[in-house]
């Protein structure tokens, strides 16, 4: 590709700069091959032309688009070069403030200078178990991947952290191993995790100082090997140290201060323990105050002394070594307070009695004289003799502070010792993981021995370094299969050489040290003259003969010779040594007892364990070797140690972190370009980035070029393989094919061709918007132009309108002018003709009422006239009628009399006939019956009438009394009517004087008015001004009341708020408390499966042989103790107590004595009820011991029954004897055989007797059983009979048997005597009883004197109660089978539901899985109805066996029968027994109740719990069957008074229950199953406890069912805290499930295919959004979801519960996905904002689907939403941080914030956000109070309650299945 295609007009170039390193420029004119200028315009806008060399003639860097800027992968930019890598960086910790960069395989992190909240748990647990590329980069990421091929690959590891000083090396490492003591736990209970990070603040203290560049700049290199077992617990550490930077102790520079220990002691120096210790401040000694800052902003020296002192005593250094430490650390700040004066020029003196010398040789144990002596002479050797001889003060001086400097690093070594031995583990090591912390490429002005070794160091490293970088892109180009051509990259072994090789710098030092008069110069010389001609990176300094140039990998060094030889000698005086070797101080007798052996001058000290030690220990075989040895310089030690390192890393994985400083002020967030390209220099960054330049650094998968350059393709370019379309497509664009390869699963570019892929898709997508912009402009003008047009015609429309309305009301007042002319003429004529109208109408009426007149009076004179002539004419036929009627009369009774004097003889004739009189009798009983209830009737009637006739003479009484009164009332008013008549005079004479004193009145009255008048003025205006008062009264009366008002409804308002929030408060209180509960009950849980875990060690007393190794979860890697389970159901107890001894030591202490407490309390509370107890069974044995004393005297009346009941039941059964025997005599005189076969007259006869027999023999059972219950109403009756006089006793009697019970009682009484021969009485006693009824005047006496009355009444009256009971039974039974049918109907109903919702699904999959999913639902369907056919069959197998087993028993017992009445003769048919004949019990009533053995209880146990598979049970069973099962059994044991029954079967079931779920803990369907079950039998607890509040809803049945003898209140409890474990289970089993979908379903895979772009990706390849074969999906996790929910409703899990156990996993979805969501920049983009909304949408669907709305877990996603709609909202103006603000409210500021940074566009056309508007959003958010956790906890278990949920299902209803084998059980 042609430079002229790239470097054209609006190009972005980067061109060098002496301030920025780098800046920015945009081409103003295309580049054309040859020109020598190119015209540039800066961001500022100032144009430039910039000459382009004209030897090499290289154009500058291209810049990378926008859209690569920020990105996580520095190898993901188009263009890899200096100023993009610096140009990402910056942005990146600038604007978006990320510290840490992918460079490859290298972390590049940028210390903040500031704390940063990305380093907690929450964050840990983020990337525990995560793919490196998945997430953001972290120094956790590098942990996991360390972490992760450690336990993948079974190889060590090593994680390399490198950087100059202030950089953040140390933080680094520490929380890396943070990262591995959190996510590994520790495989025993010593807590080495902690040890390990305990070690820091040791070391820090001890080997880190203050610096210019750094606060805590570790002055040494350590690297530290975390040891792991074969379950990648940790198990040890061991750490090695480097290059201890001694020189410190005695000299610092200015703004520096001395090891940290030392400030620390003298900050400490006040307390008690170190007074002896005679310290004071820093600024008192010499070796502390050189720095002249002895104070660190924001450290707390005596703070950091007593975490350092903590740490100490968790390693295990007790007290006095602890002391003993600190009185050496005091000794050396002494010492370097002792004066040394000059004695003369060759010798010097320490003056007697020095201060600080004698408390040194106090504290170090060792005499004032001989350290003094010591001090200020040494011994000088020679072949023959030996002399002492003085030396100045200069080297004095030095001679002290060599010792100092030598005490302090074997300090420092007994240190790093016993920091190992505390680390060191007994267990083998299986695997590490190293941390190495080491100092980076440091130059300065003078550069010394130190800083020589330190870069020697960082030298071996880059070579190491370069080879890995090498080694992995060969790798991954051989497996792609890509031709490998050798990559040149810079090789510094010749730099190394030039150090160690022989004759190299360190050879010839370690050569002059060895001269006796060696010297800095002459070494120095020995240089020049061996490699200064000889080697290209050996320079010699123009102005200096006392330094040398070494051309480093990252740049130039001078090194000042001064003091190497003295440094790397490293000597101390001997005498001084053994001096301290005398000492009586114990510690530091063991610090110098090794003294002889070689011991590394650098910090290192020699420990046991662990794998590679620092220092070199060769074996002493003579007495002379160890002086040799100890010779052994500085160089030469650290070159042999660096070589150990170099191996332990070359066998290892290693990973890389650079520290980089941004600036050397310590500034927050602060970027200096120039100290940034100096560190990515010297820690090899740009190495990397120019390795993976030289070859294809872009890297594609051909799905995701596919999707991102789908735009550049026409349809006919696309085809079904990828690969196919992926190379025509580049073909076309690329036409030179070097510029790309194709490899198996990806295509490699070249450097820059995917920014000029991107430009030709931003060139295509431009073309098309301005397309799409010119269509829209189109449609925008067109629909301008019809609006213009449609007003145009609509103004148009109406004034044509306004027009036609004016003619139209001119024409309408036209017309209404006519109309009124018209009515005007028609009124004067109307009225006219109305006045004549009237006229002759007035005229008209008048004559007709005349004639009118006349005619009535003619007609009434007629009428009266035809009136008198009928009065006239009726009386004269009336007269006339009469007379005829009375002779008519007359003439018949003469007639009559005649006929009757006829009659009455011939009756006297017959009379007297005998034949006659007979045929009167006949029927004259009858007719006497009917003429006496014919007389009663009138009887009655004339009662009635008598009665009636009363009341009509009583009211006319009454009326005639009224009538009375009224007459006198009437007199009365004639009598006042007369009197008034005469005073109607009077009154005249009253009325003239009355008149003449109203005329007087009425001048009074005139007088009095005008009077009132004035008055009335007065009052008027009065009354104004009052009104008007009252008025501004009434107003400030109003306004006095809405003020009340408004004050009262404000205090209304503000008191419902108060309560509300104290209700909130409560509330959350509330919840709070049960989480902190429910937590309680967790931790109680992991302790009881760490005790059995513990206890089944202790019994095995075996090593657990290595498990497959499985990758756990963070949080679950500590325990992995849980997956371990004993199978044994019945553990002995002594076991158990064996185990809880062993276990209590292992427990926390504090935790045993407050659960110690706790038992004592409850032993009192338990002695307090066992007394109250006590007392309530004595009062109940007195209250029971008056009882039998009362029922003494009614025992012999019951006695006397029951013998009278035997005697009765011997007669009967005599009786029933007798007809056997003559049944038997019947059949033996039958002389056929066949007459006796079945079917015969008389087999039918005996078995007709036999029925008969079994029946009443049943009956008299029955009888027998109640007879105690009817004594006592028996006796009563008995007493009655002899003191009834009168039948009111009687009533009040039968009234007293209100029971229905007694009333039962009394009928089975009266039907037994009723059946007893003695009551068998004639029809005459009955008619004789009915006649003495009817009688007039019955004798009570006589007519009860056997109690016949009482007993008939009672038995009329029972025989209605048992009508109507049984009427009652059948209305029952009715019911029940109504009932029953309505749950057949409902269970169809849900069926079909399900089938529906079955349907519905399957119709949403696609075609293959739609038919296999209904082939499994019909497969499942067809085994449902299989499983409950096989079920019936076996049921009616077993009833068909029965029958023929009881009719073979039938059958034998007839024969038997048979052939032994054949054999009896008849003298023996009386006294010979009878055979005995099986009688088949009557079916009682199941009670509800399961019968077992004590022995049975594990059996039963076993089969219902720990063998049972839930999904035969949810399948074919009603929900909740095993609970039921085991409340029946419950029942039967509360029935029976069994108190250890009970108290057995509760705790052995909450004990199989614990061990299922430990055994099958992780599976949803049996915890689910569990959780149902213990909720149903607590609820069933509750439900038959006896409580009101718990019985409302019980039916009678139910009721009767209820507890009697036990209160299980407290096993209620403990089973409420095992469904609480049960769902906490359930909550990580659902968790461990959905946790590996959410990420891939909620935020990668493109549910809205199309929306999402693909960037471009570096070497940390992130996950695809394109959903490959086998990734979880959003539709994966609905079904998850929906599986779930389908198991927990199959298992009959309550509606509440299954609500809160969706909230949970609502919340988990959304809390997860909204953490990968924060640590991830490439999701957060726009389109994926569109995503997450449908994503949720589709959350909220399947919500309303399952009607769930209302269970709070939409609520919980409001976080997720609120972050998708904040990665789509508008973020520039004021106004959209406003609404953001208002918007997201249920997300943190600091959530917001990182959102906003974290938000990158995807395509071109999106802008970012600006750092100005992050800081106004910050502005506006700084006032709220929230917690400044950035992630959410996933952790966190809602609480979870248990509402009461009674069941409808009756207990005697239940069948138990053959399946469960519970075949022991018995139905009670």
Known sequence: MAASELYTKYARVWIPDVEEVWRSAELTKDYRQGDGVLQLQLEDGKELEYKLDPKTNNLPHLRNPDILVGENDLTALSYLHEPAVLHNLKVRFTDSKLIYTYCGIVLVAINPYETLPIYGSDIINAYSGQNMGDMDPHIFAVAEEAYKQMARDERNQSIIVSGESGAGKTVSAKYAMRYFATVSGSASEANVEEKVLASNPIMESIGNAKTTRNDNSSRFGKYIEIGFDKRYHIIGANMRTYLLEK?????????????????????????????????????????????????????????????????????????????????ILASILHLGNVEVKDRDSDSSIIPPNNGHLSVFCELMGVTYQDMSHWLCHKKLKTATETYIKPVPKLQAINARDALAKHIYAKLFNWIVDHVNKSLHSTVKQ????????????????????????????????????????????????????????????????PCINLIEAKMGVLDLLDEECKMPKGSDDSWAQKLYNTHLKTCSLFEKPRMSNKAFIIQHFADKVEYQCDGFLEKNKDTVNEEQIHVLKASKFDLLVELFHDEEKATSPTGAAPTTGGRTRLSVKPVKSKAGQSSKEHKKTVGLQFRNSLHLLMETLNAT???????????????????????????????????????????????????????????????????????????????????????????????????????YLEKLRADKLRAACIRIQKTIRCWLARKKYLRMKHAATTIQRYVRGHQARCLAKFLRRTRAAIIIQKYQRMYVQRTCYKRKQAAALAMQCILRAYMARQLYKALLREHKAIIIQKMVRGWLARQWFKRSLRAIVYLQCCIRRMRAKWELKKLKIEARSVEHFKKLNIGMENKIMQLQRRIDEQNKDNRSLSERLNGLEISHAAESERMRVEVHRLRGAEEDAKNNANKVTTLLEELERLRKDLKNTQKEKKAIEDWAKTYQDEMEQMISELKEQNHLLKNEKNDLNRLIQEQGQQWTEKMQRALKEETQQLENDLNEERSRYQNLLTEHLRLEEKYDDLKEEISLAVNVPKPGHRRTDSTHSSNESECTYNSEFAESEEGSRGGEDVSKAILDMSLFLKLQKRVSELEQEKQSLQNELDRREEQFQRARARDDEEHKKARGAELEYESLKRQELESENKKLKHHLNEMRQSLRGSAEAGSAAPGSPPYTVLLDQLNSSNEELEVRKEEVLILRSQLVSQKEAMQHKATMTEPLPYIEDVQKLTDAKEISQAYMGLKDTNRSPRFTRRPTEVNELVSRLRSPFPDYHKLNEDGELWLVYEGLKETNRLLESQLQAQRRSHDNEVEVLRGELQSVKEDNNRQQQLLAQNLQLPPEARIEASLQHEITRLTNENLDLMEQLEKQDKTVRKLKKQLKVFAKKINDLEGGQMDVSPGQTTDEPVHPVNIPRREKDFQGMLEYKKEDELKLVKNLILELKPRGVAVNLIPGLPAYIL????????????????????????????????????????????LSNTCRFLHCLKQYSGDEQFMKHNSPKQNDHCLSNFDLAEYRQVLSDLAIQIYQQLIKSMENILQPMIVSGMLEHETIQGVSGVKPTGLRKRTSSIADEGTYTLDSIIRQLNSFHSIMCQHGTDPELIKQVVKQQFYIIGAVTLNNLLLRKDMCSWSKGMQIRYNVSQLEEWLRDKNLMTCGAKETLEPLIQAAQLLQVKKKTDEDAEAICSMCNALSTAQIVKVLNLYTPVNAFEERVSVLFIRTIQTRLRDRKESPQLLMDTKVIYPVTFPFNPSSLALETIQIPGSLNLAFLTRV
């Not at 870069?455 to 890509?482: G, P, R, S, W």
């Open 247 to 327: 020189s410190r102790v005695v000299f610092q520079a200015d703004e520096e201060r001395n090891y940290h220990i030392f400030y620390q002691l003298c900050a400490s120096a006040h307390l008690p323990e170190f007074k002896a210790l005679k310290l004071g401040k820093a600024d008192n000694f010499h070796y502390t105050k050189q720095g002249r800052n002895p104070v660190i902003d924001g450290i707390d020296d005596a703070k950091e002394m007593s975490t350092t002192r903590n740490a100490f005593t968790l390693l295990g250094v007790n007290e006095s070594y602890q002391m003993g430490l600190f009185r």
């Open 653 to 755: 994985t290693p990973h890389y972190v650079r520290c980089i400083k941004p600036n050397d002020f310590k500034f927050a967030f602060t970027f200096d370009p120039k100290r940034a390209v100096q560190q990515l220099r010297a820690c090899g960054v740009l190495e990397t980035i120019r390795i993976s330049a030289a070859g294809f650094p872009s890297r594609w998968t051909y799905q995701e070029f596919f999707s991102r350059y789908r735009v550049l393709m026409i349809q006919k370019d696309v085809l079904t393989d990828r690969k196919m379309t992926c190379k025509n497509v580049l073909e076309k664009l690329v036409q030179d094919p070097d510029k790309y390869q194709f490899g198996k699963t990806k295509i490699f570019f070249r450097a820059g061709q995917v920014a």
């Open 1527 to 1570: 409340f029946m059994c419950l029942r039967h044991a509360d029935y029976v008074n069994d108190d250890q029954k009970v108290r057995s079967l509760l705790t052995s079931v909450i004990n199989s229950i614990k061990k299922i779920l430990k055994k099958r803990g992780d599976d949803f369907e049996t915890v689910s199953f569990w």
């Open 430 to 493: 299986h695997s590490f993981i190293g941390v190495l912390d080491i100092y980076g490429f440091e130059t300065f002005e003078i550069n010394s021995f130190e800083q020589f070794c330190i870069n020697y160091a960082n030298e071996k490293l880059q070579q190491q370094f370069n080879m890995h970088v090498f080694k992995l892109e060969q790798e991954e180009y051989m497996k792609e299969q890509i031709p490998w051509t050798l990559i040149d990259f810079y090789d510094n072994q």
